[in-house]
Nanobody, 124 residues
Framework: QVQLVESGGGLVQAGGSLRLSCAAS????????MGWFRRPPGKEREFVAA????????YYADSVKGRFTISRDNAKDTVYLQMNSLKPGDTAIYYC?????????????????WGQGTQVTVSS
């Protein structure tokens, strides 16, 4: 089992920044990929970013490329999502997820562990 706890959400004005953290515990040695997904109000869950736990390869949705940065601290078993130049369209509940098997980094169904989510609200 892997447990994930997100933190760092909040209310920010458009153009501002936030950094989300996701602390993993449990069988973290079994994790291949860590990802961030979000669910905007009234919409489906969507991929935001992912990082390969060992090699550090990163993946981004086109909508956040150049504005968001995913990173990891293996010593702390923590993944971060630095969000800059935030837009009202980034408003969503953000979820951290972990995958312990092979599969698409973009598909939420490939992830088998999820955090509880943290709300990010960007005002115009």
């Amino acid at each position: 089992q892997v447990q994930l706890v997100e933190s760092g959400g909040g209310l920010v004005q458009a153009g501002g920044s936030l950094r989300l953290s996701c602390a993993a515990s449990g069988r973290t040695f079994s994790v291949y990929v860590m990802g961030w997904f979000r669910r905007p109000p009234g919409k489906e869950r969507e991929f935001v970013a992912a990082i390969n736990w060992s090699g550090g390869t990163t993946y981004y949705a086109d909508s956040v490329k150049g504005r968001f940065t995913i990173s990891r601290d293996n010593a702390k078993d923590t993944v971060y999502l630095q969000m800059n130049s935030l837009k009202p369209g980034d408003t969503a509940i953000y979820y951290c997820a972990a995958r312990t098997s092979y599969g698409s980094v973009y598909n939420p169904w490939a992830y088998n562990y999820w955090g509880q989510g943290t709300q990010v609200t960007v005002s115009s």
